[in-house]
C-alpha cells in the first residue's frame, strides 16, 4: 500500500475522535508497518505537525495572519471574515475546511497533493527570506490550498500552524515504534482491571497477530478466549520462559504481542524497550530516522546509534529530593556532590577549532557567548567533544555570581554583543561529557566520565572550571557542604550516583538535586482573562498547565493570580506576561482568551488538590508566580506524572488527605 497524503488524512480524521492512548497506539502502529521507507519521515513529521527533524534549527515563519491571507486568496473571502469566523472557532483548520467546501469546487478540480510536494514547498517557504519573501511565501501556501480537498485543507492548515489537534506527541509515537518493531508489551491487569483493552480493540487491531501469552494467565477470561480465535497463533508458554528468552535477547521473544502474567515483568520488558528507544531518540533527536533505523536494524541498529557533532543531544535531566540523607538513598554511597550553579546549562559541542553551545531547549547561542568559545578553545584538549557545564555570570568589581535573570540578558541579545560581553562576564563550570575523541562515552560510570573531563580540561578560575566536587559517605560532610555552597551564592547542591551511566533525555535518579526552596512546579500559560479596574487591559488570572508527553496535550491545574507586580520596575508585571501572551491568543470568548501554549512560568503553591474541575485533574492551591521560565520549552514543562509524583508524596507525608 503507498502511503501518502490522502491516506494520512483518513488516519488523522479517525486519530482525532479517539481518546484512548491504546487505541491511537494501534493505529500508529498500523501506519508504521504500512508506510514504505521513502515516506516515514514525512508521515511521522506531518502526524507530530514539524516541517523538520526537531534538530534542525529552521522554522517555517508563516504567522497567523499570513496564513489567514493566504487561505483568503485562495477561496476568495475576505480577510475580516476569515479573522471573525476565527475568533469564533478558534481553530483555523476547521475554517479552511469550511471555506474550501463553500467554494463548490467538483472534484475533479482538485488535484492530488502528495507528502513529498507539500514538504517540497514548505521548506522551500521557509528558506525564503528578505525583500517580497513574505508575499512570495503566502502564493506558496494559497497554492498548496487551491490544490487541498476539503478535510485535506484542514490538516494542511494545522499542519502549517504545527498544531494537528489529534493528540500524537513523541510519547506515543515512540510506542508506536516499539510496537510495530518489535512487540507490544501487556500483563493481565490491563486486561482483568483496568479493562483498557476491548473487544473491539482486539477485533480492530489484533487480527492474525502472533501472540506470546504467559501459561500462569487466567486463559480462560472471555478477552483470551477471543484473542485465541481471532490470533495467527498463540504461543503459551511458562513466565519463567519468557523471563529466560528475554535475558538472553528481548528480539528473540519474536511476537506482535506479549502478555505477561506478572506486571512486573511485563512493565519491566516495555520498559527496556523504552529506555533503547528514548536514549537513541535523545542521541540524535530525529523520530523519524530512530523508526528507520528500528525497522532496518532492529535492536542492534538502535544500540549503536551515535551522536553527531553539532547537533544537539537530549541532555540527561535531575531529579528532585529535599535532603541529604534521601539522597544517599537513591544514590547509593558514597556519591559524589557538586555545587548547583544558577546559570543556564550549555551543551558544548567541538570538533577541531569549532565550538558550538546550545541551551537545554536545544537552541543555539554559540553567537552570544565569544568568550565561553574562545575559553573552551582554549582550554579543552580534545580533538572532538561534546561536554555539559553551566554557563554563569559573575559580577566584574566583587567577583559574585550574578542572579540567571541576569544572565539570562545575554541569551536574549543578538546584538551589541563585544559590549554586553564585557558588563555581564561568563565563565562556565564543566560537569559532565558524553563524546570525546569519536568516542561515545555515556555507558561509562559517572566517577569515569569525570575522570576524562579532568584529563581534557585545563582550569582557569573565571574561565572554565570543573564543578567544584566531594566524594563522601558521610551525611554531616556533605551537610556542610550544602551549607559552603548555599554560602557562596549557588542554588543547592547536586548529588550524583558514581556508577552510574549518563542517560540522555531521562530523569533517572542518576543525578540529583538538592534545594532549599519547597518543590515548584514549571507549567505553561494556556488561557487568562481580561481585566478590570487597574488591570483594564491587561491579561489576568492566568491558566495553568503541565505537559503530558504521550499525547503533546496540556492539562490544566489552576489558575495563576498572585505573585505578579502592578508595576514592571518590581518583578514580572501584568503589563510584561499580556505582551508576552497577547501575540499567542488563538480565541476569545468574552473575557476568557485561549493562549497558545508557548510561555513557561515557575509557580510555588501551597498543595496538590485533586480536582473535577480542571483537565489534569488536578488543583494548585494558592500558586504563586516565581519567576518567567524563558531558558525552557513548553514541552519540558512539569508533567502530569510528576504533578501526580508530588500529590502522593505529600500525601505520604501526611500533609493532607
Ligand atoms: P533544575 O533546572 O532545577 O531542574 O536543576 C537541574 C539543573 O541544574 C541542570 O539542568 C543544570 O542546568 C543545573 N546545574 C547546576 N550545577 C550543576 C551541576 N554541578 N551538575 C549538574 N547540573 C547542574
Excluded at 190 to 219: C, D, G, H, M, P
Excluded at 223 to 248: G, H, M, Y
Aim: proline share 3%.
Amino acid at each position: 500500500m503507498v502511503f501518502d497524503f490522502k491516506d494520512i488524512i483518513e488516519i488523522m480524521e479517525k486519530l482525532e475522535g479517539i481518546s484512548s492512548k491504546i487505541e491511537k497506539t494501534q493505529i500508529l502502529i498500523n501506519i508504521l508497518k504500512n508506510t514504505p521507507k521513502e515516506n516515514l519521515e514525512y508521515v511521522l513529521l506531518f502526524l507530530m505537525g514539524n516541517i523538520y527533524p526537531e534538530h534542525v534549527e529552521k522554522e517555517l515563519g508563516i504567522s497567523q495572519n499570513l496564513l489567514m491571507k493566504a487561505m483568503s486568496k485562495a477561496y476568495g473571502h475576505g480577510i475580516e471574515e476569515i479573522e471573525r469566523m476565527w475568533k469564533e472557532k478558534g481553530d483555523l483548520g476547521r475554517i479552511a475546511e469550511e471555506l474550501c467546501e463553500k467554494r463548490k469546487q467538483t472534484a475533479l478540480l482538485f488535484s492530488s497533493l502528495t507528502l513529498r510536494e507539500i514538504f517540497n514547498v514548505l521548506r522551500q517557504a521557509a528558506d525564503m527570506e528578505g525583500e517580497g519573501s513574505i508575499d512570495k511565501k503566502m502564493s506558496l501556501i494559497s497554492g498548496l490550498l487551491i490544490k487541498a480537498k476539503p478535510k485535506e485543507s484542514k490538516y494542511l492548515v494545522r499542519f502549517i500552524l504545527g498544531d494537528m489537534r489529534i493528540g500524537v506527541a513523541e510519547g506515543l509515537v515512540r510506542d508506536a515504534i516499539i510496537g510495530a518493531y518489535f512487540s507490544q508489551f501487556y500483563w493481565i491487569d490491563i486486561f482483568t482491571s483496568q479493562q483498557s483493552i476491548t473487544e473491539e480493540i482486539i477485533l480492530r487491531y489484533w487480527k492474525n497477530k502472533v501472540f506470546l501469552i504467559s501459561k500462569e494467565a487466567e486463559l480462560s477470561h472471555p478477552l483470551f478466549v477471543l484473542i485465541k480465535k481471532i490470533a495467527k497463533e498463540v504461543k503459551e508458554i511458562p513466565e519463567r520462559e519468557i523471563e529466560r528468552i528475554s535475558s538472553f535477547h528481548y528480539s528473540k521473544l519474536k511476537a506482535d504481542i506479549v502478555i505477561t502474567s506478572s506486571s512486573e515483568l511485563g512493565s519491566r520488558l516495555r520498559q527496556s524497550y523504552v529506555e533503547l528507544v528514548d536514549e537513541a531518540y535523545a542521541l540524535i533527536n530525529d523520530i523519524s530516522q530512530i523508526a528507520l533505523i528500528a525497522y532496518e536494524d532492529g535492536e542492534e541498529g538502535l544500540r549503536e546509534v551515535k551522536p553527531v557533532i553539532f547537533r544537539p543531544i537530549k541532555v540527561m535531566l535531575a531529579q528532585k529530593v529535599n535532603t541529604i540523607i534521601e539522597a544517599f538513598n537513591v544514590v547509593g554511597k558514597p556519591a559524589a556532590f557538586e555545587y548547583k550553579f544558577d546559570g543556564f546549562r550549555a551543551q558544548i559541542h567541538k570538533n577541531k577549532d569549532k565550538v558550538v553551545i546550545f541551551t537545554r531547549r536545544l537552541e543555539n547561542v554559540t553567537k552570544q557567548f565569544p568568550d565561553i568559545v574562545s575559553y573552551i578553545k582554549e582550554h579543552i584538549n580534545a580533538e572532538n567533544c561534546i561536554i555539559e557545564g553551566e554557563i554563569i555570570g559573575y559580577n566584574k568589581q566583587t567577583k559574585e555570581w550574578l542572579p540567571f535573570q541576569k544572565l539570562s540578558q545575554r541569551i536574549k541579545r543578538k546584538y551589541y554583543i563585544e559590549k554586553i560581553k564585557e558588563e555581564i562576564p561568563a565563565m562556565i563550570h564543566l560537569f559532565d561529557v558524553v563524546y570525546v575523541d569519536d568516542e561515545l562515552v555515556i555507558k561509562k560510570p559517572f566517577k569515569d566520565r569525570r575522570r576524562i573531563l579532568e584529563h581534557i580540561v585545563r582550569e582557569e578560575d573565571f574561565k572554565v572550571m570543573l564543578a567544584k566536587q566531594i566524594i563522601t559517605e558521610d551525611v554531616k560532610e556533605a551537610e556542610r557542604f550544602y551549607k559552603e555552597s548555599l554560602t557562596k551564592g549557588n542554588e543547592g547542591i547536586m548529588a550524583k550516583n558514581l556508577n552510574a551511566p549518563y542517560k540522555p533525555g531521562l530523569r533517572v535518579g542518576n543525578m540529583l538535586k538538592i534545594k532549599p526552596t519547597l518543590e515548584t512546579l514549571d507549567l505553561v500559560i494556556v488561557g487568562a482573562e481580561w481585566g478590570e479596574g487597574k488591570r483594564a487591559g491587561y491579561l489576568s488570572s492566568y491558566e495553568l498547565a503541565c505537559y503530558d508527553p504521550d499525547t503533546g496535550e496540556f492539562l490544566t491545574i489552576g489558575k495563576l493570580g498572585t505573585g505578579i507586580k502592578e508595576k514592571s520596575e518590581e518583578g514580572t508585571s501584568f503589563e510584561e506576561l499580556t505582551e508576552i501572551l497577547k501575540p499567542h491568543i488563538i480565541k476569545e470568548e468574552g473575557k476568557h482568551v485561549v493562549i497558545e501554549p508557548r510561555l513557561v512560568v515557575e509557580v510555588t503553591y501551597e498543595e496538590i488538590q485533586k480536582s473535577p474541575h480542571y483537565t489534569s485533574g488536578f488543583a494548585l492551591r494558592f500558586p504563586r508566580l516565581v519567576r518567567v521560565r524563558d531558558d525552557k520549552s513548553p514541552e519540558e514543562a512539569d508533567t502530569l506524572e510528576r504533578v501526580y509524583q508530588i500529590y502522593e508524596m505529600q500525601r505520604g507525608r501526611g500533609i493532607r488527605g
